[in-house]
């Protein structure tokens, strides 16, 4: 990896050239929480000011502009009994400024699923390459547990990563069109200062983190199968969907058809599901085999820390704790996960 | 000025260029290009099942497709959308497929109500199949339980044409009431031809009914197979699966040689939606067709 370090007035220059020519999307503040704390979401933005790099973090993850809940698969066009099938992929490239290492590496999750592996999805393939991401270092941020999953930091999956040392940036290039973006502006090679001071900022940021005992988890997941932590939590949970929605790495879906008016066209969406709603697993005429919410949420976490551990060898959850903070019964993943840890000792 | 970033279009990459292959699962596709496909025969079956003949109409197409018994394929109506249906015709003919449906949703009634000559659309074929190459020399117990035999049909087939390969062939379907079985003007070919066993049993007779009354179960209390070399494949309800799998160990048989093929609302056919994940196995990749010992590892799988 190539290291460079740019002033951060130069940087800013490069998001005006971003700015110039392409579509920008960057952490923006949007309100304040009724404890008076700022309420961020990555938008599309216009102008400099409107950027706030120095956000703790958003309620929805940078995930929709790579699986937007709505997105049309193909369409249909009718005429005289007969019908064609129109399939379109996304063209246009953006920048994706911002970026904190969970969100990234949440890409690299959902890179596993849908652009390796079997039937690499040409949607998503075609959004990740035409996004180019600015990864930025972060004081932990409240409630977050990246550090016990392993996704509080990253070293590829983006195309700039930058670290914030007071008058300038660390920056790590890890893409020839980063390079040649970051050469548009004044930039320099790092010193054996800049360096120390990177480490340094590096080891604040890891004080910072909170401790999880995680280990085990997916062996647990297993054991605990009929705790009764399940039932307990089930009971709280309203099947609302919202934990992934918010998620940077849920990606399940259902699809749904849509007749325009004149019956002329039609497009068939993917719009995104969450496996804590009802109908998730029925089938035709109507058996469900996750009926209750209990079962739901345990096949959530199931999911995320055991099934997907076996497949690709770490826990989908990235530890951001968005879901947590957006659960409107209380339901968070360091809770339950504190729970089943107490159960297995017991 | 010339742009930062150049636009990606993933339409030129090379292996989009290559003719559609579903059957290649790891190379870039469009994913979800559909093949057209003409309803050539419209067969009613039972008050609520029909078969559809369904031909792709494109030759190359027709030419490419091919599937394996007890694999699955989405069926596009446009404008009501997709289903997962299993295949349920022979695999000698080639892009000519037949899909048993029962009406039970939006789409499936679309299709009942649809007509010869109408032009739906095909993806895949998806998932695993029954391991045919590796049961042979074995004896062969093919169980089907209502609308299991929908997925039965196409191992049958197989069977039938392929009969040298395999020892001795029982087919043994039932249903709750005769007027719900399937296919019974087949019985008497498969029953005609020599060395092939057919029963067929219902829970409940009624004034025709000449045939065996009881459960499934009870078919197979008077076989005698010698277990070592015995391959097993079921298809029905969930709960089928347990009476009639726990019957199979007793007499011996494997579990890792009988088969089953589960039923899961696919939304993509391709490990993407997640609607028929179990844990985090996905019915449309590592199944739907799975040996019983796999089964019996996944939670809630039946």
Redesign the interface.
Known sequence: MLFRTVLKEEFNRLID??L???EVIAPKRIDVDRDGKPVHQFLPVSSIDEIDLGYETTEYSAKTYFLPFKET??S?C?EDG??E?E?K?R???R?LVGLHPCDINALLKLDK??AR???????Y??RR??T?IVGIDHEPCEGGFCRAVGADTVTHGFDLFLTDLGDRYFVAINSD?GY??LN?VQCREVTEQDNQDYLHARAQIAQGHKDLPIHNLPNLMDIE?ESPVWDQWGAKCLGCGSCAQVCPTC???????D?SMDHTR?E?K?IL?S?CIKD??????GHN??PDRA?RLK?RY??QH???A??YESPMCVGCNRCGRACLAGINPPDIIRDLQEEGTV | MKHVLEPYDITRESEMLAPLDYNRRSRLKDTDRIYPAEIINVIRLTEMEKLFQVRIIDDTDRERFTFLPGQFVMLEVPGYGEVPISISSSLSHKGFIELCIRRVGLVTNVLHKTKRGSKVGIRGPFGTHFPMDKMRGNNILLIAGGLGLAPLRAPIFHVIENRSYYKDVYILYGAKETNLLLFNYQYEEWERIADINLRVIAEEGDANWTGEIGLITDLLDDIQVDPGSTSAIVCGPPVMFKFVCSRLTEMGIPMHRMFVSLERRMHCGMGKCCRCNIGSTYTCLDGPVFDYWSVLNLKEAI
Request: hydrophobic fraction near 35%; glycine fraction near 4%.
């Open positions: 050239i971003f110039s020519s392409h698969l193909s249909f009718y007969d019908w099938q399939i992929y063209l246009m490239p920048f699923v849908l592996d079997y039937f690499p999805s040409p949607y393939i075609s390459k035409n180019f069109r040649n973006a548009r199968f990606y399940c879906y259902g699809v749904k058809e007749v039609s068939k993917k599901y496996c998730f697993a029925e089938v035709a005429g085999f996750r079962t096949y199931y999911h055991r099934g997907f076996e497949s």
